[in-house]
């Protein structure tokens, strides 16, 4: 089937984000542009030229496309890539995948797999990296913020003329400095105590957050498995500083339709940012 296609504005530029996402059967999350994917639940084809893929925990919904993705750039010749995953399940992903590559036969698949912790980072190129931080979920669960570094001329040079500033240059002088921006923050799956621990997430431009309960009768169901109701977020909606709001991973026990209407109602009137969604019925 085919993926949600998002195009929203950043300060980095028109970023695509392509994905489906539903609690239970698969979050897969990709940005075509940077080859990335942030969970891997299904496989797709979409998936295979994505060379990172990031995995928040261990649950099937999250992991399920992960071997498909390391078996078709293996088969179809499309280079090593890069797996990052949580710390505390690194060894058993690894098994996974090397117990795959046997069961097909073939060489292992030439995945490097790079283990990560709360607090830790991964540059996936030079002017991009990841810091991951822990999730409220009942399983050990990483999310992840991108951060992009871009230069840009000093304020107090900005009046001279470009040779001016190319001969100040070349003789050593400091002409640039160093901006970070948080373009995205993915939450994964995830409690509302993400949002008390980690609320730099809702100064990313865009926040990837799931909801995955929106009835009264669910909210105890949202706390006991470490899943955002609406009611959670709901009280958060005047902290968020995000230009663009993601939501992700409803319920199987919500038609989308439905989740869609009470997103009209209760949640958009009260944004200043825009409101998507990648909410998907994978066939
Ligand atoms: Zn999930
Ligand atoms: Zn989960």
Known sequence: MN???LQIETTWGALTLAGGSRAGEGTLILLPQLHLALDAGRPHRALPPMSTVVISHGHMDHLGGVAYWASQRFLQSMGPATLVVPRPIAAEV????????????????????????????????RDMELIFFST????????????????????????????????????????????TIDLLAYCADSGPGLLRDHPEVLGAEVLLIECSFYRPADRERAARFGHMHLEDLLPWVDRLGCRHLVLLHPSRRH??????????????PHLDCSLHHLMVDWE
């Open 3 to 5: 993926l949600r296609r």
């Open 94 to 125: 690894e098994n996974l995948l090397a117990t795959h590559a046997r069961l097909e036969g073939g060489r292992p698949y030439p995945i490097d797999l790079v283990p990560v912790d709360d607090g830790g980072t991964y540059s996936f190129r």
């Open 136 to 179: 409220d979920h009942w399983v050990p669960t990483l999310g992840a913020r991108l951060r992009w570094r871009r230069h840009h001329l000093l304020p107090a040079l900005a009046d001279l003329p470009g040779e001016e500033i190319a001969r100040r240059r070349l003789a050593g002088e400091t002409v640039t400095e160093e901006l």
């Open 255 to 268: 038609r989308l339709r439905e989740v869609e209407e009470i997103l009209d109602e209760r949640l958009r």
